[in-house]
DNA sequence: GGCAGCTAAATTGTATACGATTTTTTGCGT
DNA sequence: ACGCAAAAAATCGTATACAATTTAGCTGCC
């Protein structure tokens, strides 16, 4: 088994072309094999994948609605490079939809949902214990399924595709503002929360999980790096 | 002033055809002046809007990412025919971010959005009085625009998007499932909230969007209908 | 040496063209 | 008449082509 909580696409196959340069791009930005800001040029992306521009501009167009890469007019389309104020928004949007998924989720919460939730975060744990970049790569996704299954076990298929978003969006703000060395520090939490949810204690629940998303916050750095890039790179 | 609450894109300009054409779509849909189910074939609205089926095409799949149109593979776009079960997730979102938002929108609310909203409102009620297609329309979008202006005034671009979807689907769901001829029934009880939130009675206020939101759905009638277009459309 | 302005290369915006798939129509047989 | 099969029309999926804009490089002048 592969990648785990994708659902993919049940329906006939893989709609279009565009979808799966689409979603390539996407995992190798949430993996963070692409950088904020990396430059993605319609051509190269259309080489890279044997597709023509068109693919390849549809694909970039569909991240944009994402949030994942900005496109500029006439200037081309990068790895979005949220800034500070941005990564704000998207924890506060974090911290007021969770809760309420996670509510909803532990009203129809089925022993197979607790038992493969327990399964994601055993394999993140080993993950963890793991060396190298793939482990590290493969550790940022498992973290982020944690919250993305709660969103498909509440059965509310908007909110999973919103959480999908601000899923990804944090990776790439963590990626950006992140201090500690540790991915995704608060793999304990999970665990708590699952637990929490077991012994019914919702509201205990939701409380593990503001802080838990408020640790994830407190650990970003979040200035102004006004790229300093000319003069001051060189004055110290 | 025009439409308020739409912020458009303050940038230099429009920044791309494509999003005029999708802007323009997803009003007349929202306004109802396209029903759900209608085909939106590419080459009918290129000619329409006297551009390229590549143009078309792209304000399509935009409008799909945000749910108002469904693109079936090789077979084309349709305004799209939310399922009743599509339209109870719509508002169970509904409940689970408005409170929320109202939250944070009444944290940070001016004198200044207070008036912009009780302007709102009377622009509301005036087109409620009024008769015909174009002032029903007109109210419509006021309706939703109150919703919308709180988003706004939270600060949080990312649930203002998100409620952006949201209000919009919630016409498409309102125009096939709503039974009272009221167009949104609720007119009062947006000046009940607005008036919790100026006497900081923050509780209330939430409790009152809860109720508004569960009154717009309780008018709705979300049965199966199967189109019974054939013999039984005649055996009564 | 440095900067203004122009020219050329690269990249995006949009249109058109062609192949593939679906839908409709036509026509035949029973 | 009815149903079914094959052809025709319409529509979408993708590629290519051309125009417009930006960016980089270069020349010449100060």
Chains 1, 2 share one sequence.
Do not use: W
């Not at 970049?133 to 059965?155: P, Y």
């Not at 916050?217 to 790229?227: G, H, P, Q, V």
């Amino acid at each position: 088994m592969k990648s785990a909580a994708k659902a993919a696409q049940a329906e006939d196959s893989a709609e279009t072309g565009a979808q799966q340069i689409r979603d390539a791009i996407r995992e190798a930005i949430v993996e963070r094999r692409l950088s904020p800001g990396t430059k993605l040029s319609e051509s190269d992306v259309g080489n890279l994948f044997n597709v023509s521009r068109t693919l390849a501009r549809a694909a970039l167009q569909a991240l944009s609605y994402e949030g994942l890469v900005s496109v500029e007019k006439n200037r081309g389309a990068f790895v979005a490079y949220p800034s500070p104020d941005e990564a704000r928004q998207i924890f506060a949007a974090r911290r007021l939809v969770e809760p309420g998924i996670l509510r909803e989720a532990a009203a129809r919460i089925t022993p197979g949902d607790i038992a493969q939730l327990r399964q994601l975060l055993l394999e993140e744990g080993r993950l963890m214990s793991e060396r190298g970049q793939t482990a590290r790569r493969a550790e940022i996704k498992a973290s982020g399924d944690f919250h993305l299954m709660l969103a498909e076990i509440s059965g509310n298929a908007i909110m999973q595709r919103f959480m999908e978003e601000l899923v990804a969006r944090s990776s790439l703000v963590i990626a950006l503002y992140g201090q500690s060395t540790a991915s995704s520090c608060g793999h304990s939490e999970h665990g708590d929360i699952i637990a929490a949810i077991e012994n019914d204690e919702l509201d205990r629940a939701c409380q593990l999980m503001l802080h838990h998303i408020a640790h994830i916050e407190a650990d970003l750095d979040l200035r102004e790096r006004k790229s300093l890039g000319l003069k001051e790179a060189f004055e110290l």
